[in-house]
């Protein structure tokens, strides 16, 4: 099972973007996906997540400008972040609760995708 994130960039304050992070392998089904971000110097920190029937949580510095969604048929999670601001700059890690296939039957386990940067410039 992977986790695929992409979106990233480099962006001016103020301006858009939107992560996408698809989930791939013997996946029978998906809980909680979300949004985590680290910044340098600091600890990975809760950006958003949602669970499989659409309830959103987000971090009080994102309130009002991000909005996590996701597409299950797709195994998709975004993150539309709007009104980005030079704090927002670090490295996103989309994360996952899964349910897959294994060698001795089927087990939740989550899993972290590979980081995407976003650079906010002032």
């Known amino acids: 099972v992977q986790l695929q994130a992409s979106g990233g960039g480099l962006v001016q304050a103020g301006e858009s973007l939107r992560l996408s992070c698809a989930a791939s392998?013997?996946?029978?089904?998906?809980?909680?996906m979300g949004w985590y971000r680290q910044a340098p110097g600091k600890q990975r920190e809760l950006v958003a997540t949602i669970n499989n029937g659409g309830r959103t949580n987000y971090a009080d510095s994102v309130k009002g400008r991000f909005t996590i969604s996701r597409e299950n048929a797709k195994n998709t999670v975004y993150l539309q972040m709007n009104s980005l601001k030079p704090e927002d700059t670090a490295v996103y890690f989309c994360?996952?609760?899964?349910?897959?296939?294994?060698?001795?039957?089927?087990?939740?386990?989550?899993?972290w995708g590979q980081g995407t940067q976003v650079t906010v410039s002032s």
């Open positions: 392998g013997s996946i029978i089904s998906i809980n909680t």
């Open positions: 994360n996952a609760d899964t349910l897959t296939f294994g060698p001795i039957g089927s087990s939740w386990r989550n899993r």
